[in-house]
Nanobody, 124 residues
């Protein structure tokens, strides 16, 4: 099995920055692409960003392009989400996800492993 633990969420003012981290443990050799999704109460979990194993291929939701950056450190089994120029509409629980194939997919159904989530709140 693979365990994913997110950290780095919190409360920030609009225009501020946060960096989320997701540490993987367990059978980490079995995971390749990783991603971030977010969810607000009453809505579906939505794609934010994804990255393949080497880091050379990434995908972003249109709403975060130019503001968020996904990266990873395979030696530390950790993926990051640098979030800049945050907006109140970015407020959500952010989830880390991992999958057993190397395509940075944008659909949540493609991911086999999930973390518990970390709350990000952006005040106006």
């Amino acid at each position: 099995q693979v365990q994913l633990v997110e950290s780095g969420g919190g409360l920030v003012q609009a225009g501020g920055s946060l960096r989320l981290s997701c540490a993987a443990s367990g059978r980490t050799f079995s995971i390749y692409a990783m991603g971030w999704f977010h969810q607000v109460p009453g809505k579906e979990r939505e794609f934010v960003a994804a990255i393949n194993w080497s880091g050379r291929s990434t995908n972003y939701a249109d709403s975060v392009k130019g503001r968020f950056t996904i990266s990873r450190d395979n030696a530390k089994n950790t993926v990051y989400l640098q979030m800049n120029s945050l907006k109140p509409e970015d407020t959500a629980v952010y989830y880390c996800a991992a999958r057993r194939t190397n395509v940075p997919a944008t659909q949540k159904e493609n991911y086999e492993y999930w973390g518990q989530g970390t709350q990000v709140t952006v005040s106006s």
